[in-house]
């Protein structure tokens, strides 16, 4: 068992106490409760900070994909200090959910945002960027990795907004040529799986040369990237055993 010992969480009284001792209990795990953790870590974390929730809180922050996510809700709800319809918009903008058209969902979240009266209780602007990434969909994924490596200070909800828009367009144009491509019929044919109906470009059975594994070219694999934190590489700083072996 651990050796921490931690009362559940119970109501607003011991949620800073509480907190306190979940982050010591998942630091001596190497789990982080506001930094990127592998997904493994990340799920076991999570597993933890439920197992000391009473069963009548835990679905405030159940559906909640990350730590930080968690964190950021509970924080809102029990270590400050918000009142009247202010309640309202904070659980509107943590419960909601992507809708199909991520540049609506934004405008959404910055109509709760503009709800809310109390300056202290504006979401701030890292909290609204972790919430936008979170409600992009699975086709994003690679667009949020490239996101993660992009330096700190170049990080604001404009920059973030205008990406976003910038790979949607991008999108719906590889969207149009690869539609055109099938239109066309059977007479074009993939080398790589030599099957009709597509060319290479949009071949789901393309084979990375470096790293042997198939759905992603040479030219995407994370063993062409460089680190941002050792300047090696092959690898991205998520997983810089570098960096981890310093801290």
């Given amino acids: 068992m651990d050796s921490i010992k931690i009362k559940p969480f119970t109501n607003k009284d011991n949620y800073k106490a509480w907190r306190m001792l979940i982050k010591l209990l998942l630091d001596t795990k190497g789990i982080k409760i506001d930094g990127k953790n592998e997904e493994k870590l990340e799920n076991k974390g999570k597993f933890i900070i439920f197992s000391y929730i009473e069963e009548k809180y835990l679905h405030y922050v159940i559906n909640l994909e990350t730590i930080i996510e968690i ?39 910055q109509n709760i945002q503009f709800e809310i009266t109390s300056k202290e209780n504006k979401i701030s602007e890292q909290t609204f960027m972790h919430k936008i990434l979170n409600l992009l969909p699975e086709k994003f994924n690679t667009f949020k990795s490239i996101w993660n490596n992009i330096d700190v200070e170049k990080k604001n909800l404009d920059e973030l907004t205008r990406r976003i828009k910038n790979e949607l367009e991008f999108t719906k144009e590889d969207s149009i040529i690869e539609s055109r491509e099938i239109l066309k019929g059977n007479e074009k044919r993939c080398f790589i799986c030599n099957k009709p109906g597509h060319i ?44 981890n072996s310093k801290t």
Wanted: net charge positive; hydrophobic share 25%; aromatic share 14%.
């Fill in 200 to 243: 290479a470009r949009f071949c789901k059975n393309k084979k990375c040369d470096l790293c042997g594994k198939s759905g992603h070219s040479t030219d995407e694999c994370y063993r062409n990237k460089i680190c941002t934190r050792c300047s090696k590489k092959g690898h991205i700083k998520q997983f810089c055993r570098t960096y």
């Fill in 71 to 109: 964190f950021e809700k509970l924080d809102f709800m029990y270590d400050y200090n918000i009142q009247g319809q202010d309640i309202k918009h904070v659980m509107n903008f943590f419960e909601m959910q992507y809708s199909g058209n991520i540049l609506e969902d934004i405008n959404k979240l």
